[in-house]
Nanobody
Framework: VQLVESGGALVQPGGSLTLSCAVS????????MYWLRQAPGKGLEWVAR????????AYSDSVKGRFTISADNAKNTVYLHMNSLTSEDSALYYC??????????????????RRQGTQVTVSS
């Protein structure tokens, strides 16, 4: 399984950014896809999830109303659209899945075997 995150960048407070997670080795059907993040010195924080490519999107309280998770089943890619970014959103962002297909699994989350993430830095 491969989950390749991209789209991270340095962005000013109040700005927007869209992250992508290109998935290979399985399809979304019947599985959850997640976005999580980890800021320096902090633990892994769940950010958003979506089921079966389009159902039951959910968000952490810290991003609700600002972030949107979506997926393109044809491209097997999951997105995280982020608006009104603040410095509190600065972190390394990862995507993960509930699918048990050979990834690096911890609890309900299965990451790519080589967990790389994409860095988002919000700063003026």
């Amino acid at each position: 399984v491969q989950l390749v995150e991209s789209g991270g960048a340095l962005v000013q407070p109040g700005g927007s950014l869209t992250l992508s997670c290109a998935v290979s080795g399985f399809t979304f059907g019947g599985h959850w896809m997640y976005w999580l993040r980890q800021a320096p010195g902090k633990g892994l924080e769940w950010v958003a999830r979506i089921y079966d490519g389009s159902s039951k999107p959910a968000y952490s309280d810290s991003v609700k109303g600002r972030f949107t998770i979506s997926a393109d089943n044809a491209k097997n890619t999951v997105y995280l659209h982020m608006n009104s970014l603040t410095s509190e959103d600065s972190a390394l962002y990862y995507c993960a899945t509930s699918a048990r297909v050979g990834g690096d699994c911890s609890g309900v989350y299965c990451f790519a075997p080589r967990r790389q993430g994409t860095q988002v830095t919000v700063s003026s």
